[in-house]
């Protein structure tokens, strides 16, 4: 009989959802953000072509590659009130923006280089990690693209270096 209190018990447990970790904002300062890109509809770009490339110090996200960037995130920036990105890179801009618990959601416009549409979520790990996707499907100098990309980003530490960009929506 003790038995069966103790199973039922635990099923009822496993059909109660807990509740959705908030995180109302992150660690302002300096954060890495790694991009890796999965791109259709755009030309193979050759083995050697890319080594040319990387030996020029440049590394595309493409094949597997992350590109990997630093950003100064403000302290205004860390309240997630809204994007990080800013608007009017690229003749693009986010509407639809939302965070709700550990989810930061939207869609995103660009009517620029590239023109096309697409939605992002990302989910915030903690306060100093969070990862998520970007999809976008449009046109890239009349080319068609179909570009899904996963996104992660760690928090570094308190005081940007002097170099690091911070992008103001």
Known sequence: MHNRIVILFLCVLSTISLPVFAIEQIKAGQWETSVKMQMQGLPEIAPEQLEQLKQFGIELPI????????????????????????????????????HNGNKVT????????????????????????????LSMQGTAQGMPINQNSDISGKWVKATCDANTPSYQP
């Open 63 to 98: 094949g597997g590659n992350a590109m990997v960037t630093q950003q100064c995130i403000t302290p205004e920036q860390a309240k997630l009130k809204q994007p990080l990105l800013p608007q009017t890179e690229d003749g693009c801009s986010v509407r639809n923006y939302h």
């Open 106 to 133: 939207g869609d995103v416009s660009c009517n620029g280089a590239i023109k096309g549409s697409g939605k992002f979520d990302m989910t915030l790990l903690s306060e100093t990690a969070f990862q998520g996707n």
